[in-house]
Nanobody, 124 residues
Framework: QVQLVESGGGLVQAGGSLRLSCEASGRTFSMNGMGWFRQAPGKEREFVAAINWSGGSTTYADSVKGRFAISRERAKNTLYLQMNSLKPEDTAVYYC?????????????????WGQGTQVTVSS
């Protein structure tokens, strides 16, 4: 099993920045692609960003492209999400996820491990 713990969420004004972290432990050798998802109240969980095992390939949801950046530090088993120019519509619980599958994965169902989530609130 793999355990994922997110941190770095909080309350920020529109236009501000936050950096989320996700630390993995356990059978981390089984992890391959990783990603961030978010879920706003009353809405389904949606894809935000994904990265492959090496960190050389990334992809983003159109709504965050150019504002968010995903990265990973394999030596520390840590995934990051740098969020800039935040908007009120970015308010959600943000989840870190890891997959045993390779590549850059945007499909929620292909992720095997999930964190508990961290709240991000952007005020207008």
């Amino acid at each position: 099993q793999v355990q994922l713990v997110e941190s770095g969420g909080g309350l920020v004004q529109a236009g501000g920045s936050l950096r989320l972290s996700c630390e993995a432990s356990g059978r981390t050798f089984s992890m391959n692609g990783m990603g961030w998802f978010r879920q706003a109240p009353g809405k389904e969980r949606e894809f935000v960003a994904a990265i492959n095992w090496s960190g050389g390939s990334t992809t983003y949801a159109d709504s965050v492209k150019g504002r968010f950046a995903i990265s990973r530090e394999r030596a520390k088993n840590t995934l990051y999400l740098q969020m800039n120019s935040l908007k009120p519509e970015d308010t959600a619980v943000y989840y870190c996820a890891a997959s045993r599958s390779g590549g850059v994965i945007t499909t929620l169902a292909l992720y095997d491990y999930w964190g508990q989530g961290t709240q991000v609130t952007v005020s207008s």
